[in-house]
Structures are given as C-alpha cells and as structure tokens.
C-alpha cells in the first residue's frame, strides 16, 4: 500500500451512526490476533462507502506485540487504495463488512491491538 503524508481535519470522528465524509473506520480482523486498521471515509452514495487507508498509533504496547491503537491522520493513502464497500446496518448503526472483516464507525477510544500468535 503506497502512503502519504498529508493533514487531514475529519469532521464528526466520534460521532456514530452514518458513515459521512471525513469520519473515521476502523476494522479489527485476525483469528489468534487481533488487527486493527483505520480508514476515513472519502464519499458516500445511498448504498456504498468509500474508504481511504490511514495510519495507525499503537501505544501501551507491552513488548509482546499487545497495546491500543488509535488512527494516525497524518498518514493518509493515495487515491489508488479508495475502496468502496456496501453499508449494511447493524444494531442501528451503518457498518460494512467482508468475510473475515467488518468496517465500523470510531467511536473515539484506543481500539485493543495484538499482533502475539
């Protein structure tokens, strides 16, 4: 994934409810860890989300590979790794999700991140 800096002002990060332009995602994935990645939203038809990589923080990390991430907007993907995915609803909430990874709106806390297996 090609990354590059740029300053980014989300509007709304920790609101939740709809994906909006500028709000923030995160994805956790992994089977014996547990991965967290951030996106911003780019855009936002009826149907579909398009989601821009972004960086990650990960503090509290305790030497074995554990911590909590937070979303690093000062590392942001260029325009070839936006990739759109369908909105489904959850609990009230818009959400996306694969087989192996669901999309959700941040609600601003450090997500849980371990890389130990």
Known sequence: MTLQMVKTQPSDVTSTGKFKPGKIVYSTYGYNMTIVDYFIVDRVSS?????RPIGRNVTNDDGLGGGRATPDLDVKGA???VFRMKIQKYDGQECAYTAYKSYSIWDGRPQYFNTWD
């Open 47 to 51: 149907f579909s989300v398009w989601l």
């Open 79 to 81: 325009d070839s790794t």
